[in-house]
C-alpha cells in the first residue's frame, strides 16, 4: 500500500498529490472501491486532475495495445519468406499468401 493510499482510505478530502499517486492503479484497475472512488470524486471537482488521469489513461492505453504486438525480433520472418515466394513455415499447410491467392481464384 501506497502512502497516497493510505491517505485516501482516511476519509480526508484527497489532496491532488494523493490522488495522482494512485491513478495508475485506478486505471490498471488494481485500486480497491475505496480508493477509487476517492479518486473519482476528486477528478470530478479537480479540472487540473482530471486532465492529468485523462493524458495518463492514454498512456496506459497506448502501452496496452503496443504490449498487444509481439515485440520478438523475427516475428514476421514467416510472412516475409512467403512475401519473397519461400515455401512457409510448413509443407502441408498452404502458406497465407497461398491461401488468399486460392480465395481469390489466382
Ligand atoms: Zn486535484
Redesign the pocket.
Known sequence: MSAGEFKLRSGEEA??ED?RLAMGEVLDGVADATVQSAVEA??RT?P??ATEMNELRGVVEGVRTLSSVPPQPGAYKPVEEQVRGGAGPTADEPGFWEKLRRMFGK
Open positions: 489532496r491532488c490522488v476528486h477528478v479537480c487540473p486532475c
